[in-house]
T-cell receptor, first 112, second 112 residues
Framework: DTEVTQTPKHLVMGMTNKKSLKCEQHMGHRAMYWYKQKAKKPPELMFVYSYEKLSINESVPSRFSPECPNSSLLNLHLHALQPEDSALYLC???????????FGPGTRLLVL | AQSVTQLGSHVSVSEGALVLLRCNYSSSVPPYLFWYVQYPNQGLQLLLKYTSAATLVKGINGFEAEFKKSETSFHLTKPSAHMSDAAEYFCAVSVGGGKLIFGQGTELSVKP
């Protein structure tokens, strides 16, 4: 089973709201990732967690706050977002850093 | 720096025709290379990957890719296009530490 699940599927939020995106995998993978994807563009890496510790932060603004409560779960907390943050947010996982990444279906975020 | 170039942001073929999507990479070390497909409003799905075991890699849905070190290429082919192949295709190279470098993507259209 190579399934990564993400909730919610769609999210609309105002610039003063606080919301969270959730990602889950049960493949025993030790690395998990957050990507941001704008329309007609490739995914852009935001964060990498390896063995539940943040290993890469690609200079993402602090209004995005990742959290890895355990090896199967990855959250992305959102606060005071801007309209330009509207995008598809993808979660992925892999066995290790150079291994194949398996992507979830994404959360389509609209910031008003 | 490692990079991936996909030639042609949009490719259009007739149903039943050969599909050829081009990918060139630059890497100072033997690369791990991937092709992903993204259908509208979905996440990325792994088509195939090259990890140096064999230069001709077979993937899902009848796709295959050939690694050519002398040309630094990893082009994706399918002998006969199907309407369901219409999607966005991304070539990517793993640069270690969990980072994937994506090409800009190629949108494949299939005409009846």
């Amino acid at each position: 089973d190579t399934e990564v699940t993400q909730t919610p599927k769609h999210l609309v939020m105002g610039m003063t709201n606080k919301k969270s995106l959730k990602c889950e995998q049960h493949m025993g993978h030790r690395a998990m990732y957050w990507y941001k994807q704008k329309a007609k563009k490739p995914p852009e890496l935001m964060f990498v967690y390896s063995y539940e510790k943040l290993s890469i932060n690609e200079s993402v603004p602090s209004r995005f706050s990742p959290e890895c409560p355990n090896s199967s779960l990855l959250n992305l907390h959102l606060h005071a977002l801007q309209p330009e943050d509207s995008a598809l947010y993808l979660c992925a996982s892999s066995q290790g850093g150079s291994e194949t990444q398996y992507f979830g279906p994404g959360t389509r975020l609209l910031v008003l | 720096a490692q990079s991936v170039t996909q030639l042609g942001s949009h490719v259009s073929v007739s149903e039943g025709a050969l599909v050829l999507l081009r990918c060139n990479y630059s890497s100072s070390v033997p690369p791990y290379l991937f092709w992903y497909v993204q259908y509208p409003n979905q996440g990325l799905q792994l088509l195939l990957k090259y990890t140096s075991a064999a230069t001709l890699v077979k993937g899902i849905n009848g796709f295959e890719a050939e690694f050519k070190k002398s040309e630094t290429s990893f082009h994706l082919t399918k002998p006969s296009a199907h309407m369901s192949d219409a999607a966005e295709y991304f070539c990517a190279v793993s640069v270690g530490g969990g980072k994937l470098i994506f090409g800009q993507g190629t949108e494949l259209s299939v005409k009846p």
